[in-house]
């Protein structure tokens, strides 16, 4: 389990990278210039595909670590085990009998 959620990790930052990296309404990380390695529409075509690969594999790990998780919960009712935990009822205590008055 540790390590689905090593990997969990893993890929949420790259999800979280691939998407800042996409230039959208507000500009991205993305740069804009004509020197950059892809052409304007190649680019966003790539980190399209490449970001929904990732969001599947984030999707696909989440269902996998539920099901991995539902084998570790214990079977047994709730209201069984609060009847077990619960500490044992006290019995209010008796107002203490009045002395006999000294004279």
Not at 14 to 20: A, V
Not at 30 to 50: C, D, E, H, V
Not at 61 to 85: P, R
Request: proline content about 6%; aromatic content about 6%.
């Amino acid at each position: 389990m540790n390590i689905l959620i090593g990997l969990h990790i893993l890929i949420t930052l790259l999800l979280i990278g691939t998407i800042l990296l996409q230039k959208g309404e507000s500009g991205g990380l993305m740069p804009s210039s004509q020197g950059s390695m892809f052409t304007a529409r190649g680019s966003a075509n790539f980190l399209t595909k490449i970001t929904g690969i990732i969001a599947a594999l984030f999707f696909g790990n989440c269902i996998v670590m539920t099901i991995f998780s539902s084998y570790h919960v214990k079977k047994e009712d709730v209201l069984a085990q609060v009847a077990a935990e619960s500490p044992p009822i006290i019995k209010k205590a008796e107002p203490p009998k009045k002395a006999p008055a000294k004279k």
